[in-house]
């Protein structure tokens, strides 16, 4: 099969169009043919210096194939997989919990310490076929793409698990989404409008706020030369925002904190700016706040997205669609954040 391999970390240039084997299947997987595959910034990082990957090449696994989010068609199913059939139109949801430890027992699957992703610890999508545990197989109505499924599983799992599992977001509350462009905001944007609550985004460009507010943003800010929790406070008249969506990490997290009202809650899935934010304690006493850490989320959750995205009431943003072979163009419009929303991958174009 074709498919998109390195074998040395590196630019772009270590990825190669090349032939590999298919992939072989135990007795509970599933062989995916891949109809679209979306690239996330985990797949930049992996391919320049992620030691997970640097050590699995130490280990002589090489090459390795990237791609966490995979839509596709069963092609072929393991003996002893149940609730699949070959030609099954499905979404791979990304992590492969260990299913035996405490938190995998408790249902906590998301919090497992050996789960595997797809596409990082194992081979991935960037490739004409991948192979999953059936499992991971999620069946996606007729009405949803497969682009747009492909799109999903990260950015809306995760910007999910925040708003909805975490956060328990409500229709009265006040919710500002950081990184409006990125992919977990603008889902994050979509979710929280969906529920019914008044949306405040922030971004670094004036026409990437154009666009949130297209989606529904009802305030939104450049937060390029300004400090946002002052505008966000000035808007509630002093009250502040009932939950904050945070990825961002250091460079944002004493406004994020400012930025709260009393019983507010900070909700954090990343730290591209640093890991380390301070926080006034009083503060975070006297009103009443929390704060609160989010790691992806769950299949049943997965399968609650591609319900509402089946039904139109969730549409991934997709910037566009590339060949496989292009997947190296791919990852330099992403390097220079030229995208609004997911770039996908498709090796049947
Ligand atoms: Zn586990």
Redesign the pocket.
């Known amino acids: 099969m074709k498919a998109i391999v390195f074998s040395e970390q590196g630019s772009t240039e270590v990825l190669q169009y090349t032939d590999v084997p298919k992939p072989t299947l135990d007795a509970n997987e599933v062989l995916v043919k891949v109809e679209a595959c979306a690239v996330n910034y985990l797949d930049l990082h992996a391919r320049r210096n992620r030691p997970e990957i640097a050590e699995k090449f130490q280990r002589g696994e090489t090459p390795h194939i990237l791609g966490s989010d995979i839509a596709g068609t069963i092609a072929k199913i393991g003996n002893a997989t149940r609730g699949v059939a070959v030609g099954d139109r499905v979404v791979l949801a990304p992590c492969i919990?260990?299913?035996?430890?405490r938190?995998?027992h408790s249902g906590a699957?998301n919090l497992?310490d050996?789960?595997e992703l797809i596409g990082f610890q194992t081979n991935g999508g960037y490739a004409e076929y991948v192979k999953a545990p059936a499992q991971n197989a999620i069946q996606i109505p007729d009405a949803l793409s497969f682009v747009n499924a492909a799109a999903m599983p990260i950015a809306y799992l995760t910007a999910w698990h925040m708003l909805m599992t975490r956060a328990q977001l409500r229709p009265e509350d006040d919710v500002l989404i950081l990184g409006v462009g990125g992919g977990v905001g603008s889902a994050g944007l979509q979710i929280a409008k969906l529920c019914g609550a008044r949306v405040f985004a922030t971004a670094s460009s004036d026409e990437k706020l154009a666009r949130a507010r297209e989606m529904g943003a009802d305030v939104t800010i450049n937060y390029k030369d300004i400090d946002f929790s002052e505008v966000v406070l000035d808007v509630t008249d002093g009250r502040g925002v009932d939950i904050v969506l945070e990825h961002v990490g250091a460079a944002t997290w004493e406004q994020s904190i400012a930025s709260l009202a009393k019983n507010g809650r900070l909700v954090s899935c990343g730290v591209t700016t640093g890991n380390i934010g301070t926080i006034n304690i009083r503060k975070l006493y006297q009103k009443q706040l929390t704060v609160m850490g989010s790691a992806l989320g769950t299949v049943a959750e997965l399968r609650t997205l591609v319900q509402l995205a089946g039904q139109g009431k969730l549409e991934p943003i997709i910037d566009r669609v590339l060949p496989l072979h292009r997947a190296g163009e791919a990852h330099l419009l992403l390097e220079n954040r030229q995208n609004f929303g997911k770039i996908c991958l498709c090796p049947t174009l």
């Open positions: 919990p260990c299913d035996v430890c938190d995998c699957k497992c050996t789960q």
